[in-house]
């Protein structure tokens, strides 16, 4: 079968990868994340709105587009990622614009977010990662990686575009000024490149002899005890991460730094994601991945650790910034990666998207806990405290998976 060797997947793949990258970086997974904390101190002084309120937008469009993964990603299994990524990429665009209205009543604001969720999901890496996965199989763990740069893309660029908005416009432009990325960019490389392959561009392992692809189902995955254990490990680290990504700009600020050196620091978190998507990825292909994503998952602990207090040195700050942008590279790896290879790609969506919950609900909550801290305590480092011993727990708990299982032929059901 063509895509067998590592040279051909590549070869082979090339076009729906750079699709699929492009994709995730002008999709929902980054840019709301990367515009929020640029735009949560003047929404927050305009408003007079405290940061709990202010952090409860990006919770609930969190929160409803994790209840909706497994619905898209069994649309994505059934009728393929392409319709399912591309449309809901081009409204994810229309809705995320059309933020320059955004209300001030708490109710209308919850409902801006809440929509932003429901449509946005399918423009995340539980689509993409699909189609990624049926292109690559050796170098699965380094092409994920690769795909999943667009958020680190997406982190190096977009801050500084709302930041340049926001400086001419105010808040409300940096909205439809970020959401013309997808809709100029992402959509025509998409509706150009992005495809599943056909069954002769699969690789080995993908399916069996007869090209029934192999894997299990979502009823079969979540019957094992290592379903319950990666779904745990993603909800820890997701809580222990969200928040500290959308505050970090206000956690720079209360180290007595501008609003410019914050959107820098964004970068740097921007490129400590880059360097641990492609890091991790490579080893994830030589090495077993949990004992790979472990230590990886330690090294955020670190930079809660350095971002503590209110005086720290802008040296510690950037590494701070670096150490937590590895964890968002290693955490998003691990969903795509493990669910691949643990539960196989028969019903990769379904189980991809199930996985997706823990990640985005924690990755909701958290934002207004640290909010919470934020306004109780005036500072962040009982939250930064906590994040530290979640980040470890979740890293440890992957060590309980075990060998990768032998593949399984498609079945039934869900």
């Known amino acids: 079968m063509t895509g067998a060797g590592g040279r051909s997947e590549f070869r082979l793949g090339a076009k729906p990868l750079a699709a699929a990258l492009i994709g995730v970086a002008c999709g929902a997974s980054p840019l709301p994340f990367n515009v929020l904390p640029l735009v949560m101190g003047p929404i927050s002084r305009e408003f007079h709105w405290d940061f709990a309120a202010t952090s409860a937008g990006i919770t609930v469009f969190g929160i409803i587009a994790a209840l909706l ?54 423009s ?42 926001i400086t001419l416009g105010g ?12 809709l100029m960019i992402a959509l025509p490389l998409g509706y150009r490149w992005f495809r599943e392959p056909r069954p002769e561009e699969r690789p080995e392992g993908i399916a069996d002899a007869s090209g029934a692809v192999l894997g299990d189902t979502l009823k079969q995955a979540a019957s094992g005890y290592r379903f319950w254990i990666l779904f745990t490990s993603i ?62 998952l330690l090294l955020p602990a670190i930079a809660c650790w350095l971002l503590m207090g209110t005086q720290a040195a802008l040296s510690h700050v950037i590494i701070g910034g670096f150490l937590l942008g590895f964890a968002a590279g290693t955490e998003s790896d691990i969903i795509a990666y493990l669910a691949a290879k643990y539960f196989g790609m ?42 530290m011993a979640l980040f470890a727990v979740g890293g440890a708990l992957l060590l309980m998976l075990g060998r990768y299982p032998a593949p399984k032929p498609l079945a039934s059901g869900n």
């Open 171 to 182: 808040w409300r432009l940096a909205f439809p000024i970020v959401a013309l990325l997808p």
């Open 235 to 296: 909800l820890l680290s997701a809580l222990a991460y969200g928040g500290a990504h959308i505050h970090i700009a206000q956690i720079v600020g209360l180290h007595g730094f501008s609003p410019e050196v914050a959107a820098s620091v964004l970068g740097v978190v921007a490129l400590g994601i880059l360097v641990g998507r492609l890091l991790v990825g490579f080893l994830f292909d030589r090495l077993w991945a949990p004992g790979v994503a472990f230590p990886a």
């Open 346 to 387: 028969a019903h990769y969506g379904r189980i991809y998207g199930v996985l997706y919950i823990p990640f985005a609900v924690g990755s909701a909550i958290s934002p207004i806990i640290y909010g919470l801290v934020r306004d109780r305590t005036g500072s962040y480092d009982l939250i930064l405290a906590i994040a």
């Open 124 to 165: 995340t890496p539980v689509t993409w990662s699909r189609a990624i996965s049926m292109w690559f199989n050796r170098h699965r763990g380094l092409a994920l990686g690769i795909m999943l740069l667009g958020t680190s893309l997406a982190a190096m660029i977009v801050p500084q575009i709302a930041q340049r908005a």
């Open 69 to 122: 993964a497994p619905v898209f990603g069994a649309l994505s299994d059934r009728f393929g990622v392409r319709p399912v990524a591309l449309t809901s990429l081009f409204i994810f665009a229309l809705v995320f614009a059309s933020f320059y209205f955004l209300p001030s009543s708490k109710i209308g604001y919850l409902l801006f977010w809440g929509t932003l969720g429901a449509i946005g999901i399918g």
